[in-house]
């Protein structure tokens, strides 16, 4: 079955960085639209980022635009999602997403939530300020 395993979460003071990981297995990795979302306590969830992995396409949230990143090692099965320049308002549960099937892409809206199908446990940021 599809797993999806967030790790990379702590605690940072603002202004710091830190790199969330998410492993995928048991699902076609190499032409894959994933993403980010985060969801703050008393909060909705909210989308991050996105990326579609066959063809190393991203998006990104205005909140974080220019401050988080992401890539992959394709020989890991594994998107990364660097982030700078933290701020307390970025503290919250990360969850890594998996099984969209791109529709959203092309409507340039790849961060719609009810578009993925698998999700992880989710890795806890937290920023101090």
């Known amino acids: 079955q599809v797993q999806l395993v967030e790790s990379g979460g702590g605690s940072v003071q603002a202004g710091g960085s830190l790199r969330l990981s998410c492993a995928a297995s048991?699902?076609?990795?190499?032409?894959?639209?994933m993403g980010w979302f985060r969801q703050a306590p008393g909060k909705e969830r909210e989308g991050v980022a996105a990326i579609y992995t066959g063809g190393h396409s991203t998006y990104y949230a205005d909140s974080v635009k220019g401050r988080f990143t992401l890539s992959q090692d394709n020989a890991k099965n594994t998107v990364y999602l660097q982030m700078h320049s933290l701020k307390p308002e970025d503290t919250a549960m990360y969850y890594c997403?998996?099984?969209?099937?791109?529709?959203?892409?092309?409507?340039?809206?790849?961060?719609?939530?009810?578009?993925?199908?698998?999700w992880g446990h989710g890795t806890q940021v937290t920023v101090s300020s």
């Open positions: 048991g699902y076609t990795y190499s032409s894959a639209y």
């Open positions: 997403a998996a099984g969209a099937d791109g529709s959203a892409w092309y409507v340039g809206e790849p961060l719609r939530e009810y578009e993925y199908s698998y």
